[in-house]
Every structure is written in C-alpha cells, then in structure tokens.
C-alpha cells in the first residue's frame, strides 16, 4: 500500500557526527521521528476514513504484453489503519534509509478509465472499481542526496508481497471474454500476473513516488524537512500539509 511512502523524506543527519555515540543517538532520534510521523499518518486514517486520495492524472503501463492507458478518480481509502511498523531504519552519514510496513487488510474504490491492449486483447472501460487487499509487505530502501541545497531522493528500491485481493469492476470489456472470465482473470490470475512481473511493478511505483517526492522536496534542506517532520508530529495539522501520493496499483 503505497499511503505510508509518503513518510520516507526523513533519512538524513542534520550534522556530521564527530563520535559514534553521538551518530548512534541521532540516528535513534531519527528513527524515532519518523515512527511518531507514521503514527500522525494513521491518525489521519483512523479520522478520515475513508480517506480520500486526489485524481490519478493517465498512467502509461508499457511491458511485453501491456500498453495501456488509465487514470483514476474519487478514490477512497478505509481499513487501513491497523498497519505495523516493521522496520524504520537511517544510516546517516550515508544519507540511507530502510523501511518496512505491513498492512493486513485495506479496502480501495473510485472510479476509472483504461485503454488499450493486454495479451493481445483490446482493453477498454470506464466506471466503479472496488479492491479488498489482504496482507500487503512493503519494505523499501532509499539513497538520498544534496542537489543545490535540497534533499532530494537519488534511488529508490521498492519491494512487496502480496497474499491476495478481491476485485470488483464495473464497465470493463476485455476483447473476447464475457464478463464472467474478466472476473476470473481480475480474482485469479491478476495477483499472478504481478507477482511474475514484480521487477516492472515496483519500478513503475518507485519512479512515480521519486518524482512526487523530489517535487515536493526541491528547495529544503536537511533541516527543512526534520523541522517540517518535528512540526507536524508536534501540532497533527488536519488537513495535512502535504499532498498525499495515490496509488497507482
């Protein structure tokens, strides 16, 4: 689920350690900010719920047997909140960071439009779309660096395990199928489908997040963004002071 990447801006020192004791306790804190940061974060959810995501400009999914065009709107995100913080971790004279967070179940609906080709099958629709997701792992690693003075995220290495999903979707015509077998490809073999083509999945999930978040971190520094974290923690602005990422699997 990709709601808790919004928090990874945080890995990085606001000054070079001269002691390893003094590294080991800033890293601590660091660490500690962006826990309390993922808290604020299902605050939010557990208040809004459900939560709404702002529209899905078109996406462009090209690979070996997909070139398709789709867009999303009014999406809605709720039973998301009970999700577990597996790992928080920063090395930061480095400027890296590992996270890992679980969310056991999480319900997602709106409204689509695709085009296109899939498996040689012309793909085309429009209208509600519903996903229960169950058991999502996602863990991910980022290189951050220094651009002209602003924190910018240089690498961005995702990854996930999905244990299953139940999808329901109005207006999708899939040439050659009736509807019946677009329900049997979306319930048994799409979670497949994924799964064999992780590699292209999370570079497409990845390269979209870096873009959002170097968008939003052109012109801060380290400080910049420790303060903004520290500051949000501290006050729980509702609305939050951000633009949240939407999904886009």
Do not use: C
Request: charge should be negative; charged fraction near 20%.
């Amino acid at each position: 689920m990709k709601v808790a990447i919004l928090l990874l801006f945080v890995a990085a020192a606001t000054a070079y350690p001269t002691l390893i004791e003094e590294e080991h306790l800033l890293r601590n804190s660091i660490d500690e900010l962006v826990k309390q940061t993922l808290e604020y974060v299902r605050w939010l959810l557990k208040r809004h719920e459900p939560y709404s995501f702002p529209p899905l400009p078109e996406q462009t999914l090209v690979d070996d047997d997909v070139n398709l065009k789709f867009s999303t709107s009014n999406v809605l995100l709720s039973k998301a909140s009970d999700f577990t913080i597996d790992k928080v971790a920063n090395n930061l004279p480095k400027l890296t960071s590992s996270f890992g967070v679980t969310v056991p179940t999480a319900h997602l609906e709106g409204t689509y439009e695709v085009t296109g080709v899939a498996f040689k099958k012309q793909v085309q629709g429009s209208g509600t779309f519903s996903v229960d997701i169950q058991n999502l792992v996602q863990t991910g690693d980022i290189q951050f660096t220094i651009i002209d003075h602003s924190l910018q995220i240089q690498d961005l290495k995702l990854d996930y395990e999905l244990a299953g999903a139940k999808f329901d979707v109005e207006g999708l015509n899939i040439e050659g199928l009736t509807k019946e077998q677009v329900e049997e490809f979306l319930n048994n073999q799409l979670i497949g489908y994924l799964n064999d083509h992780k590699a292209f999945v999370v570079e497409k999930t990845a390269n979209h997040v870096k873009e959002v978040a170097n968008k939003l971190l052109q012109g801060h520094s380290l400080n910049d963004v420790l303060d903004f974290l520290k500051q949000i923690v501290d006050t729980t602005p509702d609305p939050p002071p951000f633009p949240t990422f939407s999904p886009i699997i």
